[in-house]
């Protein structure tokens, strides 16, 4: 394995990612350089986990604009991030990269029930694990999915990729020019500042499993790269 500073991660991937400029749905040259970007780590022997929103085909905005009920539109958010998950496993595998989506919500025919152990034993054989459905529960966000799989898989650092987003700032750059980016910063600091990285669950899990994340910009090709092997880019809570 080359020197590297995490050696096995989790990366979340929003939903918007996999749109690109479309802004929705899959845009197929975004995906496919998404994955080509996941191989490039592969190779330096990292273990990679994948939690992937699905903000790209469905949000809960959407569903209070019909005057559905919250938990339903959850579980139509959760059957975008499979979506997500299935076309993202097939890229990667058309490039050579071996993996399995697990799902939350048993969908047997096109995916494995999510289940611990069997996850860790696919990273250990060199396998790319993408975790689909959230967490199989509604009221909880993907944000909240890759930090409780994190855990549970005993990751070295959650990789939150941003579509056009470089780090965390004091305010939105794109509204205050005033506005400052961090390059550390602690789970503390986020609470006390009032910064909106994360969910607060997602924000708690990570804090009390002193799991590190690091917020960088995915639109910048080899960045995932960059991260894993401890170049100093975007900005890294650290755990506690």
Do not use: C
């Amino acid at each position: 394995m080359a020197d590297v500073k995490y050696k096995r991660i989790m990366l979340k991937l929003s939903g918007e990612a996999l749109a690109g400029d479309k802004g929705f749905g899959i845009n197929p040259p975004v995906i496919k350089t998404v994955a080509e970007e996941v191989k490039d780590v592969y190779n330096l022997g990292i273990q990679i986990a994948i939690v992937v929103g699905g903000g790209n085909m469905w949000r809960g905005v959407s569903g209070e604009q019909m005057g559905m009920e919250r938990a339903q539109a959850d579980y139509i958010g959760m059957l975008a991030t499979i979506m997500n998950a299935l076309a993202l496993q097939d890229n990667l595998e058309s490039i050579g990269v071996p993996t399995r989506v697990q799902t939350s919500i048993e969908m047997r025919q096109i995916a494995e029930p999510y289940i611990r152990r069997k996850a860790i034993r696919h990273l250990e054989k060199e396998r790319v694990v993408i975790f689909a459905g959230g967490t199989g529960s509604p009221y909880f966000s993907t944000d909240t999915t890759a930090a409780l799989r994190a855990a549970e898989i005993n990751a070295d650092a959650i990789l939150m990729a941003k579509n056009g987003v470089d780090g965390i700032y004091s305010a939105d750059p794109n509204k205050d020019p005033d506005a400052v980016k961090f390059d550390q910063l602690t789970q503390l600091d986020i609470i006390n500042k009032g910064l909106h990285v994360m969910d607060t669950t997602a924000s708690s899990l990570s804090m009390d499993n002193d799991i590190p994340f690091v917020v960088f910009n995915l639109n910048k090709q080899g960045n995932i790269r960059k991260v894993v092997e401890g170049e100093n880019i975007g900005t890294t809570v650290r755990g506690k």
